[in-house]
């Protein structure tokens, strides 16, 4: 079953938070994905694979430009 493998305890992170910030705490808690809250409400979520793709790759650091905001829950 999924609830076997799925992660229970969930990181969020600031959307203030910098993005270096966001990479040294998906390695801390070996994750590749992290959501996105701003005052207390979810704005998205960043993996991993957006880091490097879409943030890195074009030399920026503007985080809530690349979040993944259709979440469905």
């Given at each position: 079953?999924?609830?076997k493998i799925m992660s229970k305890n969930l990181i969020i992170l600031d959307s203030?938070?910098?993005l270096e910030n966001i990479a040294k705490t998906m390695k801390k808690y070996d994750i590749g994905m992290i959501i996105?809250?701003?005052k207390?409400?979810?704005k998205g979520l960043i993996t991993?694979?957006?880091?490097?793709t879409k943030i890195l790759a074009n030399k920026d650091n503007?985080?809530?430009e690349y979040?993944?905001?259709?979440?469905?829950s």
């Open positions: 079953m999924i609830e203030k938070s910098s996105i809250s701003d207390n409400k979810i991993d694979r957006d880091i490097v503007k985080i809530k979040l993944n905001t259709n979440i469905v």
